[in-house]
């Protein structure tokens, strides 16, 4: 019987809750709604909350709550791990009111947002450019902000995974080889690039094997007349990279490679 009457109290709780909710869906008394939906954004309903905030973004405007409900609403969507819709609502804030109350903060969650939705490394990586770039703007705008080491820990992580991309790229072309073309060069061509625009990469040491790999593959199916100069070029790419790296979990590959081709250069 006692378990009965808690589910019977517990159906007319929902009941009231679903009732006053649609109630306030028609409703046309504005204020009392924006107060309910941050009554609702408050108790973490955020779905409620983003529904109500949709219908009063256009009434409110160029009110004293305007402001306020445009970043209510972002953070609603951005509760609810809807990213996407998240970023572009805090984009249209701070384009808004570009020295509005909540700007540090919508740029902020704007490129966070942005980061949280970005794709694994191997799909296509145009969200994570735009991340970056939220991010980065974030960090002109706001070179002091306390949140400043955490924007900058989002950038490194979101370059790594661009990086990783370049290199499974790197990768996939020297395991082509001479597969319809000198796959090869274009390794080295596909690694060099990514040195050069992710200096600080993790995955550096990876990149400057695969091209000297690459080098001395290119060296070995080389015509004649260009056999010795493509060796040299391979010595001289082992030199840097042990030279940068002395103690390479590639140093015994490294090693051969220079062995090897130095005994073609001798002979």
Known sequence: MKKNTIVYLLAVIVFSSC?????????????????????????????????????LITILKGTDKAEESVYMLGMSYYNQADYQTAAQTFITYYN?????????LARFHAGKALYLDTPEARLDQSGTYSAVQQLQLFLEYYPKSAKKQEAQDMIFELQDKLVFKEFLSAKLYYNLGNYLGNNYL???VT????????????????LSILVLKS?????IYSVEDKKIERYREAIDEYYAFVNEFPESKYLKDAQKIFEESSEVIKD
């Open 19 to 55: 009732g006053e909710y649609n109630a306030l869906l028609k409703s046309t008394d504005y204020e009392y709604k924006y107060e309910a939906a941050k009554n609702y954004f408050a108790k973490g309903q955020y779905s409620k909350s983003a529904t109500l905030l949709n219908e």
């Open 96 to 104: 808004t009111y570009p020295r509005g109350t909540f700007a540090e």
């Open 186 to 188: 274009s390794c080295v």
């Open 191 to 206: 690694a060099q690039n990514a040195l050069k625009d992710y200096p600080y990469t993790h995955y550096r040491e990876d």
């Open 215 to 219: 080098k001395y593959e290119m060296a």
